[in-house]
Nanobody
Framework: QVQLVESGGGLVQAGGSLRLSCAASGSIFSINAMGWYRQAPGKQRELVAAITGGGSTNYADSVKGRFTISRDNAKNTVYLQMNALNPEDTAVYYC???????????????WGQGTQVTVSS
């Protein structure tokens, strides 16, 4: 069993910054890619940023140049540094990990419960 716990969400003014953290725990054999998704009210969940085990990254066009994803493999933790936030970034942010754990031999997706990010004008 693998658990993901997000932290770092909150309320900030436009132009401000937040740093999200997501720590994986439990019976983990390996973690491959990790990522951050977000979902605003009435909208689909979308990929914000992803990072492979080797450190390659991908970003949604809307956050390129403003957000930075990173990871600490020793701590099984992924981070999302968010700068120059605007109200359109308001959403629940979810951590995702492609991991092998528990009794499973093949990787499968795991999700955190989400953390609220609200950006005011």
């Amino acid at each position: 069993q693998v658990q993901l716990v997000e932290s770092g969400g909150g309320l900030v003014q436009a132009g401000g910054s937040l740093r999200l953290s997501c720590a994986a725990s439990g019976s983990i054999f390996s973690i491959n890619a990790m990522g951050w998704y977000r979902q605003a009210p009435g909208k689909q969940r979308e990929l914000v940023a992803a990072i492979t085990g080797g450190g390659s990254t991908n970003y949604a066009d809307s956050v390129k140049g403003r957000f930075t994803i990173s990871r600490d493999n020793a701590k099984n933790t992924v981070y999302l540094q968010m700068n120059a936030l605007n109200p359109e970034d308001t959403a629940v942010y979810y951590c995702n990990a492609d991991a092998v754990g528990g009794t499973f031999r093949l990787p499968r997706p795991y999700w955190g419960q989400g953390t609220q990010v609200t950006v005011s004008s």
